[in-house]
């Protein structure tokens, strides 16, 4: 069974750090990529970034370049976002997701075809960050 599922999110102060896990099973980890998404309250799911497992290049969404990172280990079938300088506008539900490598990484555009593109996802984490 595939299975995706998120740990790590929290409560944290702006300007804080927090590491989100995304550890996978059922699958061949080095197959897909991982990428990560975000709801907030009223809002589109958007999505944040977006790792190749096969050579670890990564994109990110332009408003978390710079202090967001996401990188995997292969031994643990496990992604980590480690996000940093955090801000009240990074609050959020987080989810991570799989890609098969044949669609490459995508982190924009429709979000339907986004939603559809990514073909499972974790139930995902709550982050939330005070001012």
């Known amino acids: 069974e595939v299975q995706l599922v998120e740990s790590g999110g929290g409560l944290v102060q702006a300007g804080g750090s927090l590491r989100l896990s995304c550890t996978a099973s059922?699958?061949?980890?080095?197959?897909?990529?991982i990428g990560w998404f975000r709801q907030a309250p009223g809002k589109e799911r958007e999505g944040v970034s977006c790792?190749?497992?096969?050579?670890?290049?990564?994109q990110y969404k332009d408003s978390v370049k710079g202090r967001f990172t996401s990188f995997s280990d292969h031994a643990r079938n496990t992604n980590y976002l480690r996000m940093d300088s955090l801000k009240p506008e990074d609050t959020a539900v987080y989810y991570c997701?799989?890609?098969?490598?044949?669609?490459?990484?995508?982190?924009?555009?429709?979000?339907?075809?986004?939603?559809?593109?990514?073909?499972?996802w974790g139930q995902g984490t709550q982050v939330t960050v005070s001012s």
């Open positions: 059922g699958f061949s980890f080095d197959d897909y990529y």
């Open positions: 790792i190749s497992n096969s050579n670890n290049r990564v």
């Open positions: 997701a799989r890609i098969p490598s044949a669609f490459g990484c995508r982190i924009e555009g429709p979000i339907k075809v986004l939603i559809a593109l990514y073909d499972y």
